[in-house]
């Protein structure tokens, strides 16, 4: 695709629920990454995957966020048990190979948890 | 991670001035420095970046300069315009490993018409 794609574009939910955002990086990407950003914030690194690599969680906040990453294109982020304090914007990126190069950013999916 | 130490955290300038962005950081392994931008309801877009080989870099109205034994780094937005609001971001990074790059907190610009 022409570069990163994220759905849903918004997710409204009520506490309690899990939610499942959807990440499609770049064609030939091998590196992918999720970060959180709440209003008015910096970009919070939840999670890196690299290639086939085990994959870098030192960012996910609490065992209610856990990722994976299938075929080594598509990445799900999912949020159990969902709280209001889960409420901001879910930015994924990708780059060619490695963490380190230019990060392209996709539009991100704005979560509100009521 | 080391922090990235962003300021200021908003920025106002009128149109044609110029707007300046300042960063700092910690790891002198660091030898990436990206400035993303980023408009409201958009992700983050790379902006510029430089590596520490050079003191400066330049692509049109904006400018990085880099000063390696200060580890400092700033962003500079000459004849700043109105289409320039937006949150910008520095982030460093070790280059070709598996080091996630650290965001500074991000700087709100507003330019006046």
């Known amino acids: 695709g022409a570069g990163v794609s994220q759905s849903p574009s918004n997710k409204v939910t009520e506490k309690g629920k899990d939610v499942e955002l959807r990440c499609d990086p770049i064609s030939g990407h091998t590196a992918l990454y999720w970060y959180r950003q709440s209003l008015g914030q910096g970009l919070e690194f939840l999670i890196y995957f690299q290639g086939n690599s085990a994959p870098d969680k030192s960012g996910l906040p609490s065992d209610r966020f856990s990722a994976e990453r299938t075929g080594g294109s598509v990445s799900t982020l999912t949020i159990q048990r969902t709280q209001q304090e889960d409420s901001a914007v879910y930015l994924c990126?990708?780059?060619?190979?490695?963490?380190?190069?230019?990060?392209?950013f996709g539009p991100g999916t704005r979560l509100l948890v009521l | 991670q080391q922090q990235v130490k962003q300021s200021p955290q908003s920025l106002i300038v009128q149109k044609g001035g110029i707007s300046i962005i300042n960063c700092a950081y910690e790891n002198t392994a660091f030898d990436y420095f990206p400035w993303y931008q980023q408009f409201p309801g958009k992700g983050p877009a790379l902006l510029i970046a430089i590596r520490p080989d050079v003191s400066e870099k330049k692509e049109g109205r904006f400018t990085i300069s880099f000063n390696k034994s200060a580890k400092q780094f700033s962003l500079h937005i000459m004849d700043s315009q109105p289409g320039d609001s937006a949150t910008y971001f520095c982030?460093?990074?070790?280059?070709?490993?598996?080091?996630?790059?650290?965001f500074g907190r991000g700087t709100s610009l507003i330019v006046h018409p």
């Open positions: 982030a460093a990074s070790i280059g070709g490993g598996s080091y996630i790059p650290t």
């Open positions: 990126a990708s780059s060619l190979r490695v963490a380190g190069e230019t990060q392209y």
